[in-house]
């Protein structure tokens, strides 16, 4: 794990609904350049509470910063310094793949110079030139998770946020999406990743566990293998999720 500075900080950080508590309290912190893993079942408050880090929703109680900005206070430029890709990709469906690239450039502030140079340079990166023209809608599942995460980070953020971002593809798309997320992270860029297919959080420097709105376990996947004497982290999570008492959050 490469460690310096801490770019997500989080305590006590707490999100209620009425009576319903989604997020109980959590504290963790995430160093620079670091694979951040996020587990939890659904219902365990790990999309609340990844939506009060983005800037997206405030908390009931307690406090963070992420990327050095407060969440209570400065969530707009909270959303100015990170990435973020969801499990719906967050591409425009009815644009071109040059065109949705370029509309997040302008989105995030880019010159239009340095977004045209930069566009081209990811096109061809990901092997995309011959479908630079193609609706979004016409490319495949894979092709979409690949543009959606360059799109996330096209900006450089500080810190990139993935929601599940691996969802329904194959074994082979997955690990090439891994390596792109690898890329980033050689870049400087820290990955906040929230995942349900455990041999992915083998590649996380850490992992956090939530259960039922609080953090049940958070080390390395090596660690938290011998601390609960598992061979895999499928393994781990059950041991912790099976916890869990109620519904979906």
């Known amino acids: 794990m490469k460690t310096g500075d801490i770019v997500i900080q989080a305590k006590e950080l707490t999100k209620k609904f009425g009576n319903f508590t989604a997020v109980d309290h959590i504290s963790f912190e995430v160093n620079k350049g670091e694979i951040f893993g996020f587990l939890g079942a659904n219902g365990a408050g790990k999309t609340t509470a990844m939506r009060m880090l983005c800037g997206l929703s405030f908390p009931t109680s307690g406090s963070g910063t992420v990327a050095g900005f407060d969440i209570n206070k400065q969530q707009e430029k909270i959303k100015a310094n990170i990435g973020y890709m969801s499990q719906k990709f967050s591409l425009y469906e009815d644009l071109k793949v040059w065109e949705n690239i370029r509309l997040f450039g302008g989105i995030y502030g880019m010159k ?31 092709w979409k998770q690949k543009l959606a995460f360059s799109v996330s980070v096209f900006h450089t953020p500080k810190i ?17 999406f891994w390596e792109m997320i690898y890329e980033a992270v050689n870049d400087g860029i820290t990955v906040f990743v929230t995942t349900h297919y455990m041999d992915e959080a083998e590649y996380c420097d850490r992992v956090s566990i939530m259960v039922d709105g609080r953090i049940e376990a ?3 996947p090596k660690k938290l293998k011998e601390q609960t004497n598992s061979q895999t982290m499928d393994e781990v999570f059950r041991k912790f999720a099976r916890k869990a008492s109620r519904g979906e959050s």
């Open 112 to 142: 239009e110079k340095e977004i045209a140079t930069k566009t081209d340079r990811i096109l061809e990166h990901l092997g995309f030139m011959k479908e630079k023209n193609s609706l979004v809608r016409d490319i495949p599942l894979g």
């Open 160 to 176: 990139v946020f993935l929601d599940e971002p691996t969802g329904g593809v194959d074994p082979v798309t997955r690990r090439q």
């Open 218 to 220: 958070l080390d390395s």
